[in-house]
């Protein structure tokens, strides 16, 4: 069984994620493949046009992937 993610990028995926408490992980993209993984997944609590919520801190959508493991095998997220 494989596995891989799905970046959230949209309203309706972040919305769908926090609904169905699924557990997503923040990322920051460092350039040249690289990344720093800032959270290791939890539900999303709280949603801005700017920014997510996550873990308790706020993470702003234009600096950070959010990211959720899907099945390769499945229909996805």
Request: overall charge negative; charged content about 25%.
């Amino acid at each position: 069984m494989n596995h891989t993610y799905k970046v959230l990028k949209s309203d309706i995926e972040l919305f769908a994620a926090a609904l169905n408490q699924v557990r997503v992980y923040v990322v920051q993209p460092l350039g040249e493949g690289l990344i720093d993984i800032v959270d290791y997944g939890k539900a999303v609590e709280n949603i801005t046009p700017e920014s997510v919520k996550i873990n308790g801190s706020y993470c702003f959508r234009n600096q950070f992937e959010f990211r959720v493991d899907v099945k390769k095998d499945s229909a996805g997220f």
